[in-house]
């Protein structure tokens, strides 16, 4: 199906397992499965839809099962409406909220949309999208006994956000026990080949394993590839943190965001978030910001947009650095009272005529901090230090400079 090839595969990769396979199993390794097989791959991703806003960290095993497609495979994306009703409790030192029906079919429909410059929707069967609710709704209390009884307590404790929740005596609800093996069990009903996760889902990964070689299908392969680190260059990538770069953003947020990526961190995103051949990043940290931030944006919004983006980010830096008063006009934040909401200060420099248009202003996304939208209407600026010498716009003509 495939060429001899294989860089496509390894680029980004934490690990494949199993690395080798028992001598029952027909292939060695995966590479051989790509090589030898005379029918597509059928490679397993799945995402619950638990929130609306996928982030770049989400993008990476999306692109990898692209990579898959342009091979020839076929991408199997599982849309874990049912399960997101129970919540995936990896990495979690408590239970999910557990979501309605409702909020979830809408959430996948906005997981969809952000994936379409990622994956090939186009090319025939190349592509499936399948809700897991289409098996798993069916399930009934004979078949929850059987795929139950395929795992012990014991091994359910030796995952690791079970088993530190169990040391510190954190309640573990047993609905939270269903969640690998339904996850495992789609594996099952789309007879994946190949699944496809972060390195947070081997256990779940494995589970699919254990099931299909239960119900007597071929166990498929784990690809696993790396959490991204934030734009902090510390935590893993997360809306919560405020350390991500959103597939929704508009492309100067995307590009205000990505021009700043840390020193260390611009191999690892060239290498996850880009086609670009690592030989060929810029020696220079700053040239390799910028083409970073072009080559990411210009797979969302095309080439044109994300030169067109760097362009603004350059006039509002060029605005930042001047010194005509005219062009950035200087405003004291002397006479504020802090902690103070963001709203008022909008409104105490003239750049809201109240602090509710403020709000509003926020809220529509319209408002920057040297370039960093702010999206809470609350926002709160503990000390005025917070803000000095930084540049305060809403729209794209609206800017003033903070001073002391």
Same mark, same amino acid.
């Not at 789609?186 to 947070?200: H, I, K, P, R, W």
């Not at 996304?365 to 999206?375: F, K, L």
């Given at each position: ?94 239970? #999910? ?48 006994? &059987? ?12 995952? &690791? ?33 190949? &699944? ?16 299909? #070689? ?24 997360? /809306? ?100 103070? /909401? ?53 729209? /794209? ?8």
């Amino acid at each position: 199906m495939t060429n001899d090839n294989f860089a496509w595969l390894h680029r980004g990769i934490s690990e494949i397992f199993p690395s080798q396979l028992d001598s029952e199993e027909k292939s060695d390794n995966l590479e051989q499965l790509c090589h030898q097989i005379d029918r597509p791959l059928r490679v397993k991703l799945g995402i619950d839809p638990t929130g609306t806003d996928l982030h770049l960290g989400h993008s990476i095993p999306f692109r990898k099962l692209r990579a898959f497609q342009d091979q020839g495979h076929t991408a199997v994306v599982i849309i874990g409406d049912f399960t997101a009703q129970i919540g995936d409790p990896t990495g979690k030192d408590q239970a #999910r909220q557990q979501l309605t029906s409702e909020q979830v079919k809408q959430n996948a429909q906005t997981y969809l949309d952000q994936l379409r410059p990622i994956l090939d929707f186009d090319t025939p069967d190349r592509l499936e999208i399948r809700y897991n609710s289409e098996w798993l709704s069916k399930l009934d209390l004979a078949k929850i006994q &059987e795929l139950l009884a395929t795992m012990t307590v014991q091994q359910m404790l030796a995952k &690791e956000g079970f088993n530190n929740r169990y040391t510190q005596q954190t309640p573990i609800y047993l609905h939270e026990f269903l969640y690998p093996l339904m996850q495992g069990y789609d594996s099952v009903a789309v007879e994946a080949d190949v &699944e496809l996760g972060g390195t947070d889902q081997k256990f779940n990964i494995a589970v699919g394993r254990d099931l299909q #070689r239960y119900f007597g299908q071929k166990p498929q392969f784990g690809v696993l590839l790396p959490i991204l680190v934030g734009t902090d260059g510390q935590q893993k990538m997360s /809306k919560s943190l405020d350390n991500y770069v959103g597939l929704k953003e508009d492309a100067l947020s995307m590009y205000s965001k990505l021009e700043k990526t840390p020193d260390e961190l611009l191999t690892n995103y060239f290498e996850l978030l880009t086609d670009i051949a690592l030989e060929d990043i810029p020696e220079n940290p700053r040239e390799a910001q910028k083409f970073l931030a072009i080559e990411i944006i210009a797979q969302y919004y095309g080439k044109e947009d994300a030169l067109t983006a760097q362009k603004t980010a350059l006039e509002i830096l060029s605005k930042q650095n001047t010194t005509n008063a005219e062009a950035v006009k200087a405003f004291s934040l002397a006479d504020v009272e802090f902690p103070a /909401k963001l709203f008022y200060i909008l409104n105490v420099s003239d750049l809201a005529k109240s602090s509710g248009e403020g709000r509003r202003q926020i809220q529509g996304g319209s408002v920057r901090i040297d370039g960093d939208r702010i999206q809470d209407p609350n926002f709160t600026i503990e000390n005025p230090t917070e803000l000095a010498d930084k540049i305060l716009q809403v729209g /794209k003509k609206k800017f003033i400079r903070l001073v002391m």
